[in-house]
């Protein structure tokens, strides 16, 4: 079992930042595909970002602005949001997966969600 700890959203102007944090504990953190999705209420969660052994990757609406990041050593993961936009608004997850293709279509763990509000 993983357990995922979000912290970090809250409530920005549009053009602002905030930087999400995803405390992991459980299994070997170094082992798994780390990840962050994103829902707004009568949608779909949303791919964001991800990070793994193979590099990281993002959704095109928020390439440039956001950066995912991770410490092995802390076991946590970031998502560094810069140039928010309103429609950035969402309860933003943490996941985690053993293999970057699991993340993407189906992570095996999931943190509780933080809301991020953007303002126009």
């Known amino acids: 079992q993983v357990q995922l700890v979000e912290s970090g959203g809250g409530l920005v102007q549009a053009g602002g930042s905030l930087r999400l944090t995803c405390a992991a504990s459980?299994?070997?953190?170094?082992?798994?595909?780390m990840g962050w999705f994103r829902q707004v209420p009568g949608k779909e969660r949303e791919f964001v970002a991800a990070i793994s052994w193979s590099g990281d990757t993002y959704v095109d609406s928020v390439k440039g602005r956001f950066t995912v990041s991770r410490d092995n050593a802390k076991n946590t993961v970031y998502l560094q949001m810069n140039s928010l936009k309103p429609e950035d608004t969402a309860i933003y997850y943490c996941?985690?997966?053993?293999?970057?293709?699991?993340?993407?279509?189906?992570?095996?763990?999931w943190g509780q969600g933080t809301q991020v509000t953007v303002s126009s």
């Open positions: 459980g299994r070997t953190f170094s082992n798994y595909a």
């Open positions: 996941a985690a997966a053993t293999s970057p293709l699991t993340l993407k279509i189906g992570p095996e763990y």
